[in-house]
DNA sequence: ACTAGATTCAAACAGTTGTTTGATACACTT
DNA sequence: AAGTGTATCAAACAACTGTTTGAATCTAGT
């Protein structure tokens, strides 16, 4: 192993990443992430023993990145009251998803694991989805004031969670109107929006 | 032109909606539809003029059916107060999505066509996206008492939207947990949750 | 019965796919 | 300088893709 060899492996890594992520795993061909990469067509068979052995490599590494996401979303919310947990839950997650430049890939990555699932799906629902979504129950069993496993806490969680996956990246929004664009700014009014839309619903539901 | 042509050109049709819905244009081959539907394999170029022809078919016949949705929900508010509206609109559209067995694949073709996208998505946009939302803006509009353009109005018809959206099928929640099951029952009480949700938030937007 | 047009079929087409091969170039140790 | 193991490369591989072809089959009109 030289110097060298770890940099084609690397270029190969991050070509497949950026490829799979804007057109899935069939669309894609070893041909293009290769002529992506400036290496040969058997380049991808040396370092990852296939097209699938590349793909798994690149999950991997954006299995990690959202794991690191939902920590710091738990982190920043740590010691305050619920209601400023899901805030912090939603605006870490809106910021990371359109916010950090190079890590953008990975939200696209994944919402298209998700839409068109390839066998390593189960993995990202027990090492991501799972944990993410136990984190926002428990917010949610907090702010409804009801245990964990009432059936309302579940529909609320998946209130917020499908309004703040709807700020990925997302073709028919950009199609629809240039007034969806994500910015900065309009990425802090969308936090502020659904983070007030959501509480407001919650406390109904919790209501008589 | 006979009774049997029609037929064939038909079984055609309706192979190629299921398997274009559950695993998207570029992953079902001629062969596949073909074998489906009991045909030779030249029979979709002959009748269709190619793969992609087919596939137009497909999609007009869709967006025929989600223009009937769009119309269903509009009749079901007719003349009714704006919160029975939104209601309304949210469970003819839960209804349709999982209820009606012999075109549940066209909800399916459609999640994919948006998150997978064709040429034909701008087809989908214009005759489908479009009235529809802005039908939802309008109820918005009048919810929130404030004109149509304004940004609260967007987001809210936002929220909305993809609560219903979130219901469709979808690999992760099928593979997360039997509770997440649709059934008619289920289906009532998630159109009570999202319209009570989604009003209680709206409410708030509204206030000062 | 015969023709004309429409439909079906097996076979083959050219292009692309992921993967394999065997030779070659390279860096390092002995 | 010879040897060793790793990495790259052009070329070829078999399998599969959508489409075309030309003959065979069928139906309807005269």
Redesign the pocket.
Known sequence: ??A??QE?RGRLLSAGARLFAEHGFAK????DICRKAV?????????FG???GLYDEVLQAAVRTMQSTTEAAREAGAQQPPEQQLRAYIGVFLHRVVGSGHDSWIHQFMLREMSDPTPALDIVIEQVIKPRMAYLCGIMAELLGCPIDDPRVARCAMSVHVQCLSQMHNPVASRMSPAFERTPETLDAMTDHIARFSLAGIRDIAGP
């Open positions: 192993m030289k060298e060899d084609t894609v061909t070893v041909r290496a040969n067509v058997a380049a991808v068979n040396y370092h296939g097209k699938v």
